[in-house]
């Protein structure tokens, strides 16, 4: 029951999206979806055709979209590298730093904030721990969807200097008048204030009170989403940490390819409904970095044939950061350049056809071809990927392309990023109490 996933940097977003209905509207019954349900949310991709976040604009081509993807997921490989090495002071945040800000949504779903309701759009990402949100009044946030406003929830409170919460956050701040915990912090051009809040957050049937996160109020420069930002990360404010007590630090996602028409993948918070039959490797730890989802990669097999990846390139590394992990928020996985230059070249080999380039991806065939399997070994276990999760096509036209990559010339990446298109169609399951990770293969497209 095991498999897999993929290289291009960017988010699974939780949208704070309520519908009474649990449809989404398009102008057709083409979105109509089924509601969220007990502690199982549903989730669309940010780019699919009944997204609230598709960009307005169109892009000219696919080539034009496929280069704009490695653009940002060049961008979430060097945040990810920087969360991987040694460093010292406070990792974990309850607000996005400028390099977590930068990303862009993959996958989204519903829920509500603040009492009445309110309907917003949250980030959901497995490799960081912040909490954000646009709040209603912010100079310089990014318009595109709702911002919350603190002043209509009568279960809104700002969170009190010198509290443990206001100790978690970087260059905290507190007003003489206000005596609330403020803060502020820059990143390139851009620089954030934001006040520390807490709410009831409602995600499907679930509710959780006093749920701390960032308000947005100042905004200078344009690297910030429109959207607020969940964390996923295991760190001391991430929802996982904060909902320990409801969800058991547990839980599951099936992505929906991002042709998909409505809600069909699912996040699962919690122990319940969890798959019983599912392969798993171990759950590996930095301590320096310990939000991220390491595992051990011990080889890739093409085909029948497993590949001569030195051993270096795979190898789990607490003090440098290097090995592998399970990233929600990029869209192709991306492999230091031994591993993928080996991978590569393989696959080539086996396909035995004339090779071009597209946007970021340097093996592409025009005309069918014959793809080989690819197949990822961990400890414990192995998952094959079905050829969608390998292949990305092109909208018009005949050209394929293997949907990985190298990490960028001149970067000095230490990381191997499973990133979500090689995740689609699987159910992923985070089991941080009991030290591991799942695959399992499920059709939720």
Same mark, same amino acid.
């Given at each position: ?11 699974? +977003? ?8 649990? !449809? ?9 979806? !089924? ?46 590298? &920087? ?40 980030? +959901? ?37 010198? &509290? ?25 051009? /851009? ?11 409602? #995600? ?33 404010? /991430? ?17 929906? /390819? ?22 798993? !490797? ?29 051993? &270096? ?42 090779? !071009? ?44 392309? #293997? ?43």
């Amino acid at each position: 029951m095991a498999t897999s996933s993929l290289p291009l940097l960017s988010f699974l +977003f939780v949208t704070l999206l309520h519908t009474t209905s649990g !449809t989404t509207s398009t102008g057709s019954g083409a979105c109509a979806t !089924t509601p969220d349900t007990g502690s199982t949310l549903r989730i669309i991709h940010a780019f699919g055709p009944c997204s609230p976040l598709r960009p307005a604009v169109p892009f000219p081509s696919w080539a034009d979209f496929l280069t704009d993807q490695t653009e940002r997921d060049t961008t979430r490989l060097l945040f990810l590298n &920087s969360l991987a090495s040694t460093g010292t002071g406070k990792s974990f945040v309850p607000v996005a730093s400028g390099k977590q800000l930068l990303q862009i949504p993959n996958y989204i779903v519903r829920g509500r904030l603040g009492t009445p309701a309110q309907n917003l759009l949250l980030a +959901f990402d497995t490799s960081n721990d912040a909490a954000w949100i646009p709040c209603n009044g912010c100079t310089g946030c990014p318009g595109g969807s709702p911002w919350f406003n603190p002043a209509t929830s009568t279960s809104y409170h700002p969170v009190p200097c010198g &509290s443990y919460q206001c100790n978690q956050v970087p260059n905290p701040t507190c007003y003489p008048r206000a005596k609330s915990c403020s803060f502020n912090f820059s990143y390139t051009a /851009s620089s954030f204030e934001a006040g520390l809040g807490q709410d009831s957050l409602s #995600l499907a049937s679930d509710t959780v009170s006093s749920y701390t996160f960032g308000c947005l109020q100042k905004v200078v420069g344009n690297s910030i989403p429109p959207q607020g930002l969940l964390g996923l990360g295991r760190g001391p404010l /991430s929802f996982l940490t904060q909902t320990k007590a409801i969800y058991g630090s547990t839980f599951s996602y099936c992505l929906p /390819s991002f042709k998909s028409l409505n809600f069909s993948g699912t996040l699962r918070l919690g122990t319940n409904g969890q798959p019983k039959r599912i392969k798993t !490797t171990p759950l590996l730890m930095n301590p320096h970095r310990s939000s991220l989802y390491y595992v051990n990669m011990t080889g890739i097999k093409v085909g029948r044939r497993t590949v001569a990846i030195p051993p &270096s390139s795979l190898a789990f590394d607490p003090v440098t950061g290097a090995g592998t992990v399970i990233d929600s928020g990029t869209m192709f996985t991306q492999l230091v350049r031994p591993a993928y230059e080996a991978m590569r070249d393989e696959f080539r080999r086996q396909v035995k056809a004339p090779v !071009t380039s597209l946007g970021g991806f340097d093996t592409c065939y025009n005309g069918p071809v014959t793809i080989p399997a690819i197949t990822l070994l961990f400890d414990g276990m192995q998952v094959t990927l079905p050829e969608d999760n390998v292949i990305i096509h092109s909208t018009y036209g005949t050209l394929s392309c #293997l949907a990985m990559a190298a990490a960028p010339e001149g970067m000095n990446a230490v990381l191997n990023v499973i990133a979500n298109m090689q995740q689609q169609n699987h159910r992923i399951l985070f089991d941080v109490p009991n030290s591991r990770v799942g695959f399992a293969r499920e059709l939720c497209t």
